[in-house]
């Protein structure tokens, strides 16, 4: 059979315990909790002291499958998004495929930076469409912590770690997506590994390769502010809907000011979108996974909403996804 849209089987999620209130970040950084509020709306972020990102991984993936009803032999395909795995290689989704015991699955990370949940999502969906896989565990799963430079009060303070999951089937309900990416401004967000020095010669350090995130963020919040009604527009118009008839909104946790100003071009009000960043600032790929399975756990968006997902990030990538939300059960 060949399915046009995604069934969401279940949901979970994992935050670590730790909490990095803003008054923490002014013990080290000069910045304060009224400048980080205002401008972004973050309140406080999740830090994984001592929990690596496959571990986080599989955490949320068992929370999701627990809420699905299905057991990891049931898993056909593991999709894991991450930019700040712990390992080069093997990818994170091996290693929580190791850890669930999922052997009927093959199993691989996707790298798109914030955006990269969406990515999954349309992704996903094009495996189920062709019938060869038929149960998808996908993963979000990110430790930015690991990445962010704790002496650059314009990053550090927006980034915080966490993972969300979901099982996912075909379906017969509306679904679209559009994706894009835009490398002529990947110069605005980057993190690079230290190059070594090698016995042939060349490979010298170049010197900029720190493993800590660069961003311009004036530049990358004009982008964003763009992108992101953009990515809504055309998946919406893919999928011959009006950005009005959308029941909720489930944007990348980046910036509130971003959020709002994207509500308001997409002339969206913001009751229908779904925020949590004042909790757990930006988890990065994460975010939207997290998102999505807190407000199916509060019972916000229902059976048949027409909800749509909307990220961008690193790549500079962007995209969204608009599906009707149907669980299953
Ligand atoms: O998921 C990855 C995608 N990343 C993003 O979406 C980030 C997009 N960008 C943003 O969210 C915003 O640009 C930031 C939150 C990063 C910065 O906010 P902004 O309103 O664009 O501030 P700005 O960079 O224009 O800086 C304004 C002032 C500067 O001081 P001067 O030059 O005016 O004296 C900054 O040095 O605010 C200063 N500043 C801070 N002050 C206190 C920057 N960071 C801080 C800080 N605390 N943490």
Redesign the pocket.
């Known amino acids: 059979m060949n399915f046009l849209g995604l069934t969401i089987l279940g949901t979970g999620h994992y935050l670590p315990e730790y909490i990095a209130s803003n008054r923490e ?1 002014e013990t080290f ?4 909790d009224e ?2 509020v205002t ?2 709306g973050m309140r406080e972020r999740r830090i994984a002291l001592d929990t690596p990102v496959w571990k986080m991984g599989e955490m949320a993936a068992r929370k999701a499958l627990d809420d699905a009803g299905v057991s990891p032999e049931e898993i056909d395909l593991i999709l894991c998004t991450t930019v700040t795995g712990d390992f080069r290689y093997p990818s994170a989704a091996c290693l929580i495929q190791g850890q669930l015991g999922a052997k009927n699955a093959f199993a691989m990370d996707i790298a798109a ?2 955006a990269g949940s969406v990515y999954a999502l349309d992704m996903a969906r094009r495996y189920l469409a062709t019938g060869d896989v038929k149960t998808i565990l996908q993963i979000s799963a990110e430790a930015l912590s690991q990445t962010t430079d704790y002496t650059d ?6 980034f915080g770690d966490g993972a969300g999951a979901a099982v996912l089937r075909g379906g017969d309900g509306l679904f679209a997506s559009a994706l894009f990416s835009a490398p002529d401004c990947g110069q605005n ?1 980057h993190c690079a590994f230290p190059r070594r020095s090698l016995p042939f010669g060349g490979g010298t350090p170049a010197g900029e390769e720190t493993g800590l995130t660069y ?1 311009n ?2 530049e ?2 004009k982008f ?1 502010t763009r992108a992101m009604p953009a990515a809504v527009q055309a998946a919406c118009q893919r999928a011959g809907i009006g950005v009005e008839d959308l029941d909720y909104i489930i944007p ?1 946790q ?2 509130l ?2 959020i709002e100003t994207a509500a308001k071009a997409l002339k969206v009000p913001l009751e229908k979108i779904c925020v949590n960043i004042q909790k757990y600032g ?1 988890t ?1 790929s994460a975010s939207i996974m997290i998102c999505l399975d807190e407000s199916l756990r509060e019972g916000r968006i229902k059976a048949g909403d027409r909800i749509c997902m909307v990220g ?3 790549g500079l990538t962007y995209g969204a996804v608009v599906m009707e939300y149907q669980s299953g059960k």
């Open positions: 970040y950084l000069d910045t304060s400048w980080i401008r972004t930076a914030c009060r314009g990053t550090a303070i927006l967000i961003m963020g004036r990358v919040y964003a990348h980046a910036n000011r971003i930006n990065s961008f990030g690193a």
